[in-house]
């Protein structure tokens, strides 16, 4: 626990507000760690119908939720102010995409820039030896004996899945505290030690959009002439079924809210954004052999044609398949068996048995395209 300088470990715990950071840093303090709070305050919640506190993550209300866990607990806490940073590479690129008829994934940007940038380095200058957070993942010594993520004790709170852009170099200097732990198990320590925040509703969905839903957030943030009307057409026939407003009101798999009705139901199979074209057909057409991933992220070595786990979306359970490597960070995920609605924009993420119990270790993922 002591450092070369005689001092005890010292900590930065990124606190949301929320029960899962505030436990992590309980947790570390009852270790007897000198631990640090800090929250990155990301998003004016002004701007949208969201009531503070209730589901979000890091407004001003739960910038005094945490400050009051770091008061209690009696250790500094910090305010980093990262609302430009934000919008840059959370905010914007999640409208993009939309625009381009991709479905974005902003939690893995928000790991990427924010809290595994940006507080990575605050770390250094806070002369501190590790970054924890309330994520659902542990640590383990993988193979080679180098520390590895590793899939949480809970199999539905899971959030690895999230964290496949992480350099490998950084993963020795993590700490996820409640990995091993139940969210029940959580709250209850929560509050065994008196704090507040232990009944607090967890932020879901993507917690800067609200109640509005993503097409109405998506229109408030672009200017209207961006948007193209285009047409729904039957896949794989092509006959014109309708015309929509704009690609950015559809998902893959989505069923309802099409506008269009056939008689049978209809999913969306695929859009193109360059001709404004959503098409839509049976269920049967949304099961696919294999995906294209881009921008590969590697946490471990992989050798060609190996079998893996590989996750499509955070709710998917995963399935086993057989990575080909096509380039220098592009890979073609084989699947052993089809697998439905494989969206782009969304990630694939690859995970290896550990060996013990139901662990996976988290091996890498990228961007389906």
């Known amino acids: 626990m002591d ?92 409208v993009g995409a939309y625009l381009e008829g991709k479905t974005p994934l902003p939690c893995v ?32 010594m993988g193979v080679g004996g180098r520390p590895a993520i590793v899939t949480s004790t809970d199999d539905w709170k899971d959030q690895t899945y999230f964290l496949f852009t992480i350099h490998p170099d950084v993963v020795p200097r993590l700490m996820f505290p409640i990995g091993h732990l139940k969210k029940e198990e959580v709250r209850k320590i929560a509050e065994e030690k008196g704090l507040l925040i232990a009944r607090k509703k967890d932020s879901t969905g993507i917690c800067f959009v609200g109640d ?17 009307h285009g047409e729904v057409r039957l896949y794989p026939s092509g006959e014109v079924l309708a015309r929509h407003e704009g690609v950015h009101l ?24 360059s001709t404004a074209t959503v098409w839509v ?22 050798a060609d044609g190996d079998r893996v786990k590989v996750k499509i979306r955070y709710a998917h359970k995963g399935s086993w398949a057989r990575i080909h490597k096509t380039g220098t960070d592009e890979v073609r ?23 013990a119990a139901s662990d996976l270790q988290l091996i890498g993922g990228g961007w389906i395209v």
């Open 3 to 94: 450092r070369s300088d005689g001092r005890r470990k010292r900590v930065l715990v990124a606190m949301s507000g929320g029960v899962d950071s505030s436990v992590a840093a309980a947790l570390l303090v009852d270790q007897g760690y000198d631990v640090v709070g800090m929250t990155m305050q990301v998003w004016d919640y002004s701007s949208c119908d969201i009531e503070e506190g209730n589901g979000t993550c890091c407004s001003s209300t739960d910038v005094d939720d945490a400050r009051a866990v770091a008061d209690r607990l009696d250790f500094p806490f910090y305010v980093a102010n990262c609302e430009a940073k934000f919008q840059a590479f959370v905010i914007d690129p999640f």
């Open 212 to 228: 509005k839903g993503y097409s109405n957030f998506i229109q408030d943030q672009v200017a209207p002439d961006l948007f193209r």
């Open 109 to 140: 940007n928000c790991n990427t820039y924010l809290k595994f940038d940006h507080l990575i380095r605050k770390m250094r200058e806070l002369d501190c030896d590790y970054l924890a957070t309330g994520h659902y993942a542990k640590i383990e």
């Open 281 to 302: 057909g049976a269920e049967k057409y949304l099961y696919q052999d294999d995906a294209r991933v881009v921008q590969m992220r590697w946490l471990d070595d992989l």
């Open 333 to 355: 995920v084989e699947f052993e068996e089809p697998v439905r609605a494989v969206t782009p924009g969304q990630a694939a993420v690859l995970y290896r048995p550990t060996g």
């Open 250 to 273: 559809f998902t893959y798999g989505q069923r309802k809210g099409l506008g269009v009705a056939t008689g049978e139901p209809l999913y969306v199979i695929k859009i193109e954004a």
